[in-house]
């Protein structure tokens, strides 16, 4: 089993819809990270929390707003996503934002119809 | 930007068979490390590599750092049907922030029992 928790597993979502995908780890790391993933391809760096602070932003659209509310949970807020924002949605962390693996959860699966 | 070039792409492989698949780079890493990927799952770290030339060895996995800290390979010794999956290589570069890890483009393995 992951220790890092992904919820939902699968989300289906029209293009007004508001939803958000949230992940969970209780391994004291101190960084916390989205990735997006389409098929067949390796995942994509969304966002980096280091100690609960937004270090990196990769370019993402802001219809996508991450949070972190504490040092064990992350949330990806979605608004006005498109079709092809349908992907799988990973969440990972790792001890220190230095140096150190990854360890991911098993994502969550969003379709945008 | 960097680039990780994996190879081989796929691969379709007789049940006992070892297997093979490497990653290089034209930049320097100070980390190496192998993930795989079942269907419906995020990605799992197999293997992590700190120091050039090290070679880990995980049950019927062996994965090497290259010593130009350029390349790294990962070997299967009698492979399973449970091998199947994705196996990416993620590789940190020695100057970093925010542990932004590039991958590899990936190697589906198939394996016929």
């Known amino acids: 089993d992951t220790e890092v928790t992904q919820t939902p597993k699968h989300l289906v979502m029209g293009m007004t819809n508001k939803k958000s995908l949230k992940c969970e780890q209780h391994?004291?790391?101190?960084?916390m990270y989205w990735y997006k993933q389409k098929a067949k391809k390796p995942p994509e760096l969304m966002f980096v929390?280091?100690?609960?602070?937004?270090?990196i932003n990769e370019s993402v659209p802001s219809r996508f707003s991450p949070e972190c509310p504490n040092s064990s949970l992350l949330n990806l807020h979605l608004h006005a996503l498109q079709p092809e924002d349908s992907a799988l949605y990973l969440c990972a962390s790792t001890r220190d934002p230095y140096n150190s693996p990854l360890h991911f959860g098993n994502g969550t699966r969003l379709t945008v119809t | 930007g960097q680039q990780l070039n994996q190879s081989p792409q796929s691969m379709f492989i007789q049940e006992g068979e070892d297997v093979s698949m490497n990653c290089t780079s034209s930049s320097i890493f100070n980390t190496w490390l192998w993930y795989k990927q079942d269907p419906g799952e995020g990605p799992v770290l197999l293997i992590a590599l700190y120091k050039a030339g090290e070679l880990t060895s995980n049950g019927r996995l062996t994965a090497q750092f290259g010593i130009t800290r350029k390349d790294s390979f990962l070997n299967i010794s009698a492979s399973i049907p449970s091998d199947v999956g994705i196996y990416f290589c993620a590789g940190l570069p020695l100057m970093n922030a925010g542990n932004m890890l590039t991958f590899g483009g990936g190697t589906r393995l198939m394996v016929k029992p």
């Open positions: 391994m004291g790391h101190r960084a």
């Open positions: 929390y280091s100690y609960e602070k937004l270090s």
